[in-house]
Nanobody, 127 residues
């Protein structure tokens, strides 16, 4: 069992930055691939970024490539999403999620492949 708690969301102006954190409970965090997803009002939850449990492989949605960076610290049971050059279209509730049973060099993009979810943190990009 893994419990996830996101933090770091808020209101930021276009072009600004935010760093989201996701703290996980459980001793096996280091064996879960981790992902970030987001959901804007009236839209489906979409993939943003993912990282393998080894930390050696990362994946990004085309819309955030070059602006967002996902990292993890297995000693702290925490995964991060650094978001730079934020745009109004990045406004959404951001969720972190954990996927078990995957190799150390892979992290899935599909939301149905993730077994545990946090409660979400709101990110609003507006002037």
């Amino acid at each position: 069992q893994v419990q996830l708690v996101e933090s770091g969301g808020g209101l930021v102006q276009p072009g600004g930055s935010l760093r989201l954190s996701c703290a996980a409970s459980g001793r096996t965090f280091s064996r879960y691939a981790m992902g970030w997803f987001r959901q804007a009002p009236g839209k489906e939850r979409e993939f943003v970024a993912a990282i393998s449990w080894s930390g050696g492989s990362t994946y990004y949605a085309d819309s955030v490539t070059g602006r967002f960076t996902i990292t993890r610290d297995n000693a702290k049971n925490t995964v991060y999403l650094q978001m730079n050059s934020l745009k109004p279209e990045d406004t959404a509730v951001y969720y972190c999620a954990a996927a078990g049973g995957v190799s150390g060099t892979f992290a899935p993009r599909g939301k149905y492949e993730y077994h545990y979810w946090g409660q979400g943190t709101q990110v609003t990009v507006s002037s």
